[in-house]
């Protein structure tokens, strides 16, 4: 299996503009969780998936933030309007179980200008 | 108070040296995960645990529920295991959230 995959790998954009960042899970993994990760914060959890389903999105830090999982193998996380505060990694992460191993993807790097 | 708290910060060793990283929680937890994060940003899980112990090659990793800590053991390390190891708890009420730390920033050098 190739893995947790997210696209892009970095994005710059300025800010105001439209940001969407995206996640395939790991086939047969039915949680999907979305991160941000900064120096300030840490890893923080913005949201989380069961079988495409939102459970928790506490973790959202505004309406400037959406995220949609329209099907078992492709999640979306959107930012409009961005702001330069919203540069950060992003990580998707997957697993079996909610509690159990997550397995990460790659990042995206995220600055807004 | 941060709910996970790490320590060290950062730490360095020489190539061969045991080493230890705590973590401590002040939450109830179902279970907890050590995650290493490699310099090009990477994160791999290590271990989950609910109790006792875990053991993968040169890995250790203990919890103690009863005073809600948690050490990562590395014996015979050596430069490659240079990364960041963050601790994370997954809460008791019916969440699968997990809540991270700040981690540990840890440099072996040859």
């Known amino acids: 299996d190739a893995g947790v995959i997210q696209s892009p790998r970095h994005e710059v954009t300025e800010m105001g503009q439209e940001v969407t960042l995206r996640c395939k899970p790991i086939?047969?993994?039915?949680?999907l969780f979305w991160y941000r990760q900064t120096m300030m914060r840490g890893l923080e959890l913005l949201i989380y998936?069961?079988?495409?389903?939102?459970?928790?999105d506490s973790g959202m830090p505004e309406d400037r933030f959406s995220a949609k999982m329209p099907n078992a193998s492709f999640s979306t996380l959107k930012i409009q309007p961005s702001e330069p505060r919203d540069s950060a990694v992003y990580f998707c992460?997957?697993?079996?179980?909610?509690?159990?191993?997550?397995?990460f993807g790659p990042g995206t790097r995220l600055t807004v200008t | 108070k941060n709910e996970v708290e790490q320590s060290p910060q950062n730490l360095t060793a020489q190539e061969g040296e045991f080493i230890t990283i705590n973590c401590s929680y002040s939450?109830?937890?179902?279970?907890l995960h050590w995650l290493q994060q490699h310099p090009g940003g990477g994160i791999v899980s290590l271990f989950m645990?609910?109790?006792g112990k875990k053991k993968h090659g040169r890995l250790i990793a203990t919890i103690n529920i009863q005073e809600k800590h948690s050490s990562l053991h590395i014996t015979a390390s050596h430069p490659r295991d240079s990364a960041v190891y963050i601790c994370?708890?997954?809460?008791?009420?019916?969440?699968?959230?997990?809540?991270f730390g700040t981690g540990t920033r840890l440099q072996v050098f040859p």
């Open positions: 994370a708890v997954r809460g008791s009420y019916n969440t699968d959230k997990l809540i």
């Open positions: 998936f069961n079988n495409n389903v939102p459970i928790d």
């Open positions: 645990l609910s109790s």
């Open positions: 086939s047969g993994h039915d949680y």
């Open positions: 992460a997957s697993s079996t179980q909610g509690a159990g191993e997550q397995y």
């Open positions: 939450v109830g937890i179902s279970a």
